[in-house]
């Protein structure tokens, strides 16, 4: 970490989570912090459900909440960025204080619930930014007191099928009481039909991406497979939080119910990435979540399978300069290995991942 992003993070810790959080979206609008010039190389780039992307990191769902930054998050060097989780209705989420920091484990706790300004506000921000480049994928959910969950899903496809580079099944949250039992293998069958007949009347057709728990059995990553693949989807994100506390030193927080994040995840939702791989084969695309921070973590979400990596609560620790640092580490793994694609890395690691009990 840099000085002035040692100095950034001092700042913004002096602050509540949720503050700073809302502080550093202000920067942001504003254009800052200034980013170095973006790394560009070929050897990054891979294209996956047809979209071709510069690089394979993404800032994962949960930051942009609102889509109000999606092209200054692109400026941080991110191949892509993803807006989100937006319902229907606005809603103003669960009780503050609802973010933790668990400084000593890099990580964080967070029950925020789906807070967003609804489908309208987001809708003009991607309606006004239409036609720029980058690649954006708008992460759609469920209102918490909605009759009908999987209809708020197809009026979401509906409505940002037109501006989103892909749309992703947001169904893992555990923050939405009710929610995560929508991976049940009949529930998401419904689901994943009735979100796939959305996409074929909406006004486009982009990729649509599932993302499911961390903490889920064998039996229900089977049941999952085969509904992905039965239903056609075009990928998984994996994964959301957990509402695991695996060997945290933060005893005082540890506490808190709300999904873990950060340095923690990293091993159960690689395990989970591993396991779906073998699931799903090698065609599906999957795009590794969980625990990165570094280029030793991205390059080994791809190893264990991942065609595109995302991150977030690492850069609350690490710095805005985090994807540039990652980037550029990939170029240098990239020129020592000799490879001609990053993506030869893909799968390298996925027997050993894939062995290990969750």
Request: glycine residues 10%; charged residues 25%.
């Amino acid at each position: 970490m840099s000085v002035l992003d040692w100095l950034g993070q001092r700042f913004l810790f002096a602050f509540d989570p949720e503050a700073a959080h809302g502080l550093s979206i202000a920067a942001l609008k504003c254009g800052l912090p200034i980013a170095g010039r973006p790394v560009r190389d070929d050897r990054l780039k891979v294209s996956v459900c047809g979209i071709d992307f510069p690089n394979p990191l993404g800032m994962a769902a949960g930051y942009d909440k609102n889509a109000e930054v999606a092209d200054a998050l692109l400026g941080l060097g991110f191949g892509f960025a993803e807006v989100g989780t937006i319902t229907p209705r606005p809603q103003a989420g669960n009780p503050k204080p609802r973010i933790f920091r668990l400084t000593s484990d890099e990580a964080v706790i967070n029950r925020l619930g789906f807070n967003n300004e609804g489908h309208q506000a987001a809708e003009e921000r991607l309606a006004a930014r239409k036609g720029r480049a980058g690649i954006v994928g708008v992460n759609i959910g469920a209102n918490k007191d909605s009759t009908d969950r999987v209809s708020d899903y197809e009026r979401g496809v509906v409505r940002f099928a037109p501006y989103a580079s892909y749309l992703t099944v947001n169904i893992s949250s555990p923050n939405t009481p009710g929610l995560r039992n929508m991976q049940a293998r009949e529930q998401l069958g419904e689901l994943l039909s009735r979100v796939m007949a959305a996409r074929t009347a909406a006004a486009a057709q982009p990729p649509v991406f599932l993302k499911i728990a961390p903490d889920l059995v064998e039996a229900e990553l089977e049941d999952i497979a085969a509904e992905v693949t039965e239903k056609a989807i075009d990928g998984l994100i994996v994964s959301n939080t957990t509402i695991a506390r695996p060997g945290l030193r933060s005893a005082d927080l540890a506490g808190e119910i709300g999904g873990l994040s950060g340095k923690p995840l990293f091993e159960r939702s690689t395990i989970v990435l591993a396991k779906m791989r073998k699931l799903l084969g090698p065609d599906r695309a999957i795009i590794g979540v969980g625990g990165v921070d570094s280029i030793e973590t991205a390059l080994e979400k791809i190893r264990a399978g991942a065609d595109l990596v995302q991150l977030y609560t690492g850069m609350i620790y690490a710095g805005p300069a985090l994807p540039g640092r990652i980037l550029g580490g990939m170029v240098r793994f990239a020129d020592m290995q000799r490879l001609k694609l990053l993506r030869e890395l893909r799968d390298t690691s996925l027997d050993q991942w894939a062995s290990k009990p969750l």
